[in-house]
């Protein structure tokens, strides 16, 4: 008997090995600058943000596959969810979906997504308290996605659907990413430190900005890749207030007139990252990896910020991104701000 639970015991952690090699290939191809985030966080917490990742741009690259119309992509979701929240539930057939991806990794993600699945319900590497805060987050996640979904779901390249003020913008945001930060930060102070009572909701007010400030990059960075979809994320309010339509961005030419209100979203971005960095500054000085790891998200961040200030973010023409190059510089600045300790607000 003794032989035969050793032997079982050796194939669940061959298989858990195997597993964790797919998951980290599937996470190198679905991700850029993320996966260097990964790869210098410390091993304590490395597995359970990695998970929470792949798991999250599963559920992104089903909202995000071009179909004929949302109701399956809304079923797809639903029942994903679903298997996560209960492992006696079905996990939906994504071969489909996968068939259709113009992106290789992200159909290699769809075709094995078994494998995530299995592993953050079957994995003794990840706690059943790791397990309900992962479940906790990505129903957040989901239930940003499905809102999407079904708030833009007459949007079409002749018809722009915006969001109607800035609550649903802030709800948004905090769905799809802030909830990620107060994730982040439980497993730290699960696995990693603790913290003084008395800061520790400053601790997740900042992680929840943190979150909302890489979110609110990308929607102003894809501004007029969205727009050309029909989906407006600049609410008709706001708008409305500057005398603009979600139309009137579809011509570059309306850039000056936009600029003032474009800017406004810039500051609050920057004051999120502002707020991220005081995340970092809050941890303590021998969380070297942790801090190295946040640092880069907020670098790629400021840079960012520094190209949509340069360029006309209406010319749909002209991709606004951080280039390789560019993330390598910033990985050896990370490297040197952690080992100097300097504060980065207000750095490009």
């Given at each position: 008997?003794s032989?035969?639970?050793?032997?079982?015991?050796?194939e669940?952690?061959?298989?858990?090995?195997?597993?964790?090699?797919?998951?980290d290939?599937?996470l190198?191809?679905t991700s850029?600058?993320?996966?260097?985030?990964?790869?210098?966080?410390?091993?304590?917490?490395?597995r359970?943000?990695?998970?929470?990742?792949?798991?999250?741009?599963?559920?992104?690259?089903?909202?995000?596959?071009?179909?004929?119309?949302?109701?399956?992509l809304?079923?797809?979701?639903?029942e994903?969810?679903?298997?996560?929240?209960?492992?006696?539930?079905?996990?939906?057939?994504f071969?489909?979906?996968?068939?259709?991806?113009?992106?290789?990794?992200?159909?290699?993600?769809?075709?094995?997504?078994?494998?995530?699945?299995?592993?953050?319900?079957?994995?003794?590497?990840?706690?059943d308290s790791?397990?309900?805060?992962?479940?906790i987050?990505?129903?957040?996640i989901?239930?940003?996605?499905?809102?999407?979904?079904?708030?833009?779901?007459?949007?079409?390249?002749?018809?722009?659907?915006s969001?109607?003020?800035?609550?649903?913008l802030?709800?948004?945001t905090?769905?799809?990413a802030?909830c990620?930060?107060?994730?982040?930060?439980?497993?730290s102070?699960?696995?990693?430190?603790q913290?003084?009572?008395?800061?520790?909701d400053?601790?997740?007010?900042?992680?929840?900005?943190?979150?909302?400030?890489?979110?609110?990059?990308?929607?102003?960075?894809?501004?007029?890749?969205?727009?050309?979809?029909?989906r407006?994320?600049?609410?008709q309010?706001?708008?409305?207030?500057?005398?603009?339509?979600?139309?009137?961005?579809?011509?570059?030419?309306?850039?000056?007139?936009?600029?003032?209100?474009?800017?406004?979203?810039?500051e609050?971005?920057?004051?999120?990252?502002d707020?991220?960095?005081e995340w970092?500054?809050?941890?303590?000085?021998?969380?070297?990896?942790?801090?190295l790891?946040c640092?880069?998200?907020?670098?790629?961040g400021?840079r960012?910020?520094v190209?949509l200030?340069?360029?006309?973010i209406?010319?749909?023409?002209?991709?606004?991104?951080?280039?390789?190059p560019?993330?390598?510089?910033?990985?050896?600045?990370?490297?040197?701000?952690?080992?100097s300790?300097?504060n980065?607000?207000?750095?490009?």
């Open positions: 008997m032989s035969i639970i050793s032997k079982n015991m050796e669940d952690m061959l298989s858990n090995s195997l597993s964790e090699k797919k998951i290939s599937l190198e191809g850029r600058s993320f996966f260097l985030s990964l790869k210098v966080l410390p091993k304590k917490i490395r359970h943000i990695g998970l929470l990742y792949i798991l999250a741009r599963l559920a992104d690259t089903i909202a995000d596959s071009k179909v004929g119309e949302n109701k399956a809304l079923q797809g979701l639903k994903y969810n679903n298997r996560i929240q209960d492992s006696n539930k079905g996990l939906p057939d071969t489909s979906l996968a068939e259709i991806q113009d992106n290789e990794a992200e159909a290699e993600l769809l075709s094995n997504a078994i494998i995530p699945v299995n592993y953050f319900e079957k994995s003794d590497k990840i706690t790791d397990r309900e805060k992962i479940r987050c990505l129903d957040i989901i239930s940003g996605q499905i809102l999407d979904l079904e708030r833009f779901n007459d949007a079409s390249g002749g018809q722009i659907v969001l109607e003020n800035e609550s649903q802030d709800d948004y905090y769905r799809v802030g990620v930060g107060e994730f982040w930060t439980h497993m102070l699960d696995h990693l430190f913290i003084d009572e008395g800061k520790r400053v601790l997740f007010e900042n992680a929840v900005k943190f979150g909302k400030s890489l979110q609110l990059i990308n929607i102003l960075r894809d501004l007029p890749e969205d727009l050309l979809m029909g407006c994320y600049i609410p309010d706001t708008l409305k207030e500057y005398q603009l339509t979600a139309e009137d961005l579809l011509n570059s030419k309306n850039i000056d007139k936009f600029k003032p209100l474009f800017d406004l979203y810039l609050r971005a920057e004051t999120y990252l707020n991220a960095i970092i500054e809050m941890l303590p000085k021998n969380q070297y990896r942790l801090r790891s640092m880069l998200p907020i670098l790629i400021q960012t910020l190209l200030k340069e360029g006309n209406l010319d749909a023409n002209s991709r606004i991104k951080v280039l390789r560019e993330i390598k510089k910033i990985m050896r600045k990370s490297i040197w701000l952690c080992i300790r300097k980065p607000k207000k750095m490009s």
